[in-house]
């Protein structure tokens, strides 16, 4: 007769036993186990992204809340180092949203062009800058619904000025790293991003909605790095059950 099929738990316990220092391999992955956002759990997360990340701040260069949400703008699909080589002449250029929503495009586009997406991203920083004076009084908005008014400012671009600037949690940032390690984190299923930030927002205490998302952008591009997470050197790695661990302890 056919040998009886080990059960999950009976497979992983094997997996845990037999290969302590790695990952298993494709073949005998384990599948994902999940839910786990118990607040022991979310606060053990917490007390470990405190500790290698105490002092995570914003990475964007910038010196008022209108050049922080024209950085913003610009690190979409790019770089913080990028986009704050291309600020420092563009900001020197056009310092205040009046300077700003004078500007020619063909100029922006000259400016920002390494940034990428540079024609949409030219007609963004000049809407947002004609908005913010005909509509704001030449002042950056403090509240998320009338930040989200403004041209290029989607959701998370308001989180972030709201966040660094204002020191006003009105929602948790949510870009590409906070979406790939919370989902490595097990803290969120969901398959958006709006849906994470969500899911964030009832597992995290309020007063770590901004931090929260500093630190785990420090540790997405010095750790938990997408196409190879260092797990060896991660202090997350014992609450971490993802699929593609390069280490378990």
Known sequence: MPAAKKKPKQIEKTLRKGVKG???TAK???????????????NAI????????????CALTHRTPWEL????????QCTDVRVNMVTPELFRRFPTPEAMAKAEIPELIELIRTTGFFNNKAKSIKGAAQAIVERFGG????????????????RK???????VSYGKAEGVVVDTHVFRISRRLDLSKSDTAEKVEQDLMKILPHDRWI??????????RQVCIA???KCKECNLETLCKSEDKTWWS
Do not use: C, F
Not at 139 to 154: D, F, M, Q, R, S
């Open 22 to 24: 790695r990952a298993p």
């Open 28 to 42: 005998v992955r384990t599948k994902k186990m999940g839910g786990d956002v118990a607040p022991e759990r979310v």
């Open 46 to 57: 917490l007390k470990g992204l405190d500790e290698a990340y105490p002092e995570a701040v």
């Open 69 to 76: 949400l024209v950085a913003t703008i610009l690190s979409a």
């Open 139 to 154: 002042k950056v908005p403090e509240t998320l619904a009338e930040l989200i008014t403004v041209p290029g400012a989607a």
């Open 157 to 163: 671009t308001a989180n972030v000025v709201l966040g």
């Open 211 to 220: 931090s929260y998302s500093h630190q785990v952008i420090h540790h997405g």
């Open 227 to 229: 196409r190879a997470p």
